[in-house]
């Protein structure tokens, strides 16, 4: 069963009895039928007259049977080409019978008249009749037999002198009309029979059509499993959509569902899938279909759960916030006191006195407490933006030109992609946003290092990318990067990220990362479209 398509064939819609293109093929089968019956009463003569001795003695009934032949080939011709050009109709259908019975007149008139063996082909014509026309065919072609018969008969008592025979002629007009009965009955049996294979076809059609519509339409991925090879008969467009595979390169079942062989039919779970796209969070249930096979119905869930860890991440600051009111005035206040106190003592204290030491080491570490405190409250409730129209290209560019003299950006080579965009940003807010992307590149990245940083034209979501080549984050760190006080540098605080994240919701945009060995580490700020105020 091919995996793009539906999972089974298409039905073979029939003609409908009653169609042109119906009548032509029965047509077609009677031109051929009259084709071989004409060759072989053909043979039949050819035989008897070579049986002859000598072959002199061929009379001229003889030469009337070849013509009464190359006749009836030459009708069977013209009608094959004018069904072969579609010109047929109703009318090639009853010339058929009357030509049908007209042969079958002229070789009974040829051969011994009364007693010729071939009066059975009357009733051949009868049934090609019934055949094409159904019941008044068989009738029209009956009628004309008969009255040819009858005229053959009287005739040939006339020639012959002899009686009439009234008796085997009844007989053989009832049996013609007998036959022309029970041949159109089962012929009109036939017709409704094939109108309500017909009707069921086309039934049969129209559902196939609507359930491989509503297989396509669905945005969920559907999978069906032979459950002992494990192998993936059938995935919707939809489900190749969410795997990433093509549907000529499908994998075995537990590449992309691992465990799913082993779980429980009517269960749903989610599951870890490596796909071309990359690790997706997948929901997946599962339903039997028969003994062997079994229907995985399953969604991408991996965008969702992300943005459920971005909404526990806001409300661990949302709560953050409200602890950091408290903080501040319980801390600041007090700090403020110790650092005035200590300021107060080296003030007095001696050049080099232990005093003054003492005294230069606690104002040092309070001011460092106090950039603390203060960074704790920016993430925990950052200040609104102050929206001016600001051209990002240029903001980036002052950005790095003051960060060429950072000591980690020494060996590094910078590599500025700006295409010239305006947003209504905060500028500063932004900057501060880029210093903590730029800085960390430079320390991941290490001297001969590469670092690029792209500005995207209007009207593209992504604002800007901060990318560096080493690729060091591994994928356990990347969920935890943008939480607070989790810093991958020893002496590094963990507020750096947790800060921009903030500043990028605040802006109605979202900051996210990605990071391999091969590709490096990239870090996206992308605008939502509907925030997006690109001029």
Known sequence: MPSSSAPADAPV????????EDLSGRLTAL???RTVATTLILVVAGVQISGRRPLESISAADFGWFGVVAVDYLL?????LLLRRGSAGRWLAWVQVLGAVAFATSIVLLTDRRDSPFWFTYLLAIIGGAVVLGMRGALGGATVAALSSIVLTLWSAVVNDGPARPVELATQVLAQFLVAALSGYLAEQLIRTRGRLVES??????TKELRDRIVTAI?????????????????NPAGLAILGFDDDTLPPVEQVFPGVLAVAVGRRWELLSTTPRGERILGVSTSSLDAETVLLVFQDLTDVR??????ARLDELAELGKVSATLAH????PLASMRGSAQMLLSEATDGSSQQRLSRIIVREADRLAYLVDHYLELARPKAPQRTQVRVDTLVSETIEVLRADPAARGIAIDE???????SLDGAQVKQVLINLLRNAFRAAGPRGRVRVRVFAAPAPTLFEVWDSAGAVKPDELPHLFEPFYSREPDGTGLGLSTAQSIAHAHGAKLSVESSPEQGTTFRFVLQPERSAHV
């Open 76 to 80: 069977t011709l013209v009608s094959a």
């Open 417 to 423: 992609q700006l295409s010239t965009r305006e947003e």
């Open 31 to 33: 031109v051929f039928f």
């Open 306 to 311: 992300r943005k459920e860890d971005e909404m």
């Open 201 to 206: 076809e086309e039934d049969l059609a129209r």
């Open 219 to 235: 945005p969920s991925g559907l999978a069906v499993v032979e459950t002992p090879s494990g192998r993936l008969r059938y995935v």
């Open 330 to 333: 319980e801390v600041r206040n």
């Open 13 to 20: 819609v029939l003609q409908r009895p009653d169609s042109p």
